[in-house]
């Protein structure tokens, strides 16, 4: 089993950075994969960033350059971080952070909205 905890959601300024944090913790072996869903208003969930092991990272097109994921590793926890830059209004969601052994979609955590506004 494991255990995925999100913070840092709130309000951030249209064309501000935010950094969301996940701390996993449970069977690291299953958290290979982990990864950043969002779920905006009226919108399927999609994945906005993953990474496998401690490098292999994966972004939709639409959304490379401005979102970054990282990980750290720790004996007893993984965190795991969604670095947001250049925030749009259409960035507003709630933001699901997620692990798995090879793709990220076992464990889900509770979510944490992001709402981008002027």
């Known amino acids: 089993q494991v255990q995925l905890v999100e913070s840092g959601g709130g309000l951030v300024q249209v064309g501000g950075s935010h950094v969301l944090s996940c701390a996993a913790s449970g069977n690291t072996f299953n958290t290979n994969a982990m990864g950043w869903y969002r779920q905006r208003p009226g919108k399927d969930r999609e994945l906005v960033a993953s990474i496998r092991g401690q490098i292999i990272t994966h972004y939709p097109e639409a959304l490379k350059g401005r979102f970054t994921i990282a990980r750290e590793n720790s004996d007893s926890k993984t965190m795991v971080y969604l670095h947001m830059h250049d925030l749009k209004p259409e960035d507003t969601a709630i933001y699901y952070c997620?692990?798995?052994?090879?793709?990220?979609?076992?464990?889900w955590g509770q979510g944490t909205q992001v709402t981008v506004s002027s």
């Open positions: 997620a692990a798995g052994i090879v793709v990220p979609d076992q464990y």
